[in-house]
């Protein structure tokens, strides 16, 4: 069964960075995009990043474009996210997912890394 | 990108059907069958139960069926089981290439 395990996040003041991490497995990793959601404390979904398969795509949600990098590493099965000028707003779980193969949907979900924007 | 429109709540009993309504844009859930459907327990990851509109991944229970008329989609569950209790999320892709979720909508198995 796929397995996605996020982590990297903690608590850190407003302005700082933090560097999310996702390690992939039992799945062929190279062959897929993945994505970056967070989850705001008792709110809703919401779509960060994405990178496609080899990484030479990418794309942001507005709230956090010029502030958070995706990247990944296929040689070590793992997805990235570099988030810098981190605000209060920032503060969530961050869940890591794998593009579906069947259609554009996202199959399969880490367990989230909290992250902690505070002063 | 603003967020889909889900109802916050709804409720029913068991064996009862329930339908959980999003609302988007001819931008997003109008404009592509790209719509898929997210369970959520407390504490859990998201789980995949219905993608591009109406297509259930195997192993999803057949009790859970989707649908799409203009800029809404739906997602309809029978025979409502104890289990079925949890956030529902439907999300799209959209025309700026990119994901946007609903608000969510919370299940309670009366």
């Known amino acids: 069964q796929v397995q996605l395990v996020e982590s990297g996040g903690g608590v850190v003041q407003p302005g700082r960075s933090l560097r999310l991490s996702c390690a992939a497995s039992k799945f062929t990793f190279t062959t897929y995009g993945m994505h970056w959601v967070r989850q705001a404390p008792g709110k809703g979904l919401e779509w960060v990043a994405v990178a496609s398969y080899d990484g030479g795509y990418k794309d942001y949600a507005d709230s956090v474009k010029g502030r958070f990098t995706i990247s990944r590493d296929n040689s070590k099965n793992t997805l990235y996210l570099q988030m810098n000028g981190l605000r209060a707003e920032d503060t969530a779980v961050y869940y890591c997912?794998?593009?579906?193969?069947?259609?554009?949907?996202?199959?399969?979900w880490g367990q989230g890394t909290v992250v902690t924007v505070s002063s | 990108q603003s967020a889909l429109t889900q109802p916050a709540s709804v409720s029913g009993s068991p064996g009862q059907s329930i339908t959980i309504s999003c609302t988007g844009t001819?931008?997003?859930?109008?404009?592509?069958?790209?719509v898929s459907w997210y369970q959520q327990h407390p504490g859990k990851g998201p789980k995949l139960m219905i993608y591009?509109?109406?297509k259930r991944p195997s192993g999803v229970s057949n009790r859970f069926s989707g649908s799409k008329s203009g800029n809404t989609a739906s997602l309809t569950i029978s025979g409502l089981q104890a289990e079925d209790e949890a956030d529902y999320y439907c999300?799209?892709?959209?025309?700026?290439?990119?994901?946007?979720f609903g608000g969510g909508t919370k299940l309670t198995v009366l």
């Open positions: 591009d509109v109406s």
């Open positions: 001819s931008s997003d859930v109008g404009g592509y069958n790209y």
């Open positions: 999300s799209s892709y959209t025309t700026t290439t990119t994901w946007v």
């Open positions: 997912a794998k593009e579906s193969s069947l259609g554009n949907a996202f199959d399969f």
